[in-house]
């Protein structure tokens, strides 16, 4: 069962956690007539392997030459719901707070725009939400908002065109709008060349609440050494009160050995990447033990793992075989799952 989502007014903040627990930790909610129940000494655990939406329907690429990285307005209510048609469990998006102390849905660290032929770029945590909200489509008919460029890795500035737009859009916004079916996996957004202070984090912390450990797996290397390895998470993780890992599908393929000390660990571990596209990628996740998978292309890998994983275990179920639910119409032996193991980091590098 997915989590649910709240009204964004329900959730408690950092104040409410219990000063015998000060490590910041993911609280399960349980629905009753009353409301949210809130019970502070429950441990999450990801109820099955989990297609999650990149962004809601998928995160947009604009000098892509495949038009399902440009259908939808990634990080808005239109993907958000977009996503919700097909099975998946998850949607991912990113949070940063305006200078007004509103959290809002935007995965850059700027917005660029052009005034008068001028291409000009704001931080969005120096932006009030008014400001913020003036950028791209607008909500009132008729009205149109400031233009809305993006800056690719390579430099370019292209404009923010898809074929399906949307305004921008609040957390508490994403709380009310949002099919109630759906989870939130929630990524909290700092840039990564600036070293913030103790006091801002904890700042932002309380306007947005808790998540997981975001690492690259060491496929990247930061100078903050616990982003740098899963091992470096896992300690994070332990000692922080986390309740798992999201990991680049790369770091994970090319050090497997660390996925059973991350269960052992009670952790969950979710994963994200280009990889995580290519169906007979994520099955070999499932069989890893991983918990779930971040997409981009929502519709292609949810069918695909209703087709090899969910349907397969459900007709077992049906037939009566106990031993069912551990496993899936993929069928490997140790010896070819270890081989398998061996192969991908040498694939994941060329």
């Given amino acids: 069962m997915a989590l649910k989502a709240v009204n964004v007014t329900d959730v408690p903040n950092l104040d409410q956690v219990p000063e015998n627990n000060a490590s910041l930790s993911l609280y399960s909610s349980l629905f ?27 995160m947009n690429i604009l000098q892509s030459t495949d038009s399902r990285m440009k259908a939808i307005k990634e990080n808005t209510i239109l993907s958000f719901n977009s996503a ?4 998946i469990d998850f949607i991912e998006f990113d949070v940063q707070v305006t200078k007004d102390d509103c959290p809002v849905i935007f995965h850059d660290d700027f917005i660029f725009s052009e005034e008068n ?3 000009f770029e704001k931080r969005v945590t120096e932006l009030s939400l008014e400001e913020f ?30 074929e399906t737009d949307d305004s921008f859009c609040t957390l508490a916004e994403t709380f009310q709008k949002v099919d109630p079916s759906l989870g939130f996996n929630i990524e ?6 600036i070293v913030y202070q103790q006091d801002h984090l904890i700042h932002v912390l309380q306007v947005i609440l808790q998540v997981f450990f975001l690492t690259n797996g060491g496929t990247q290397v930061y100078y903050d050494v616990r982003r740098n390895s899963l091992e470096e998470a896992i300690k994070v993780c332990m000692e922080g009160g ?15 050995g ?32 991983i918990d779930g998978v971040i997409v981009d292309f929502v ?40 081989f398998l193991l061996k192969l991908i980091p040498e694939l994941i590098h060329h």
């Fill in 188 to 193: 909290l957004k700092f840039d990564d060349h």
């Fill in 299 to 338: 519709q292609e890998i949810s069918h695909a793992v209703d087709d090899m994983i969910v349907k397969p275990l459900n007709e077992g179920l049906r037939e009566g075989d106990e031993e069912t639910e551990t496993k899936s119409k993929l069928q490997f032996s140790q010896q070819e799952l270890s």
């Fill in 133 to 162: 909200l003036c950028f791209g489509p607008q909500r009132e008919a008729g009205k149109q908002g400031k233009s809305l460029l993006r800056k690719t890795k390579d430099g370019k500035i292209l404009n923010w065109n898809v």
């Fill in 84 to 87: 919700a048609k097909f099975p």
């Fill in 117 to 119: 032929g001028t291409v």
């Fill in 258 to 289: 660390a996925v059973p000390r991350i269960k052992e660990s009670k952790l969950s571990l979710l994963t994200y990447g280009k990889l995580n596209n290519v169906p007979e990628a994520v099955c070999m996740q499932h069989l890893m033990g």
């Fill in 32 to 58: 009753s007539s009353e409301g949210l129940e809130l019970n502070s000494e429950a441990t999450f655990k990801v109820p099955k392997f989990l297609v999650i939406g990149h962004r809601g329907h998928g």
């Fill in 242 to 256: 986390l309740q798992g890992i999201v990991s680049e599908v790369k770091g994970v393929f090319g050090n497997p």
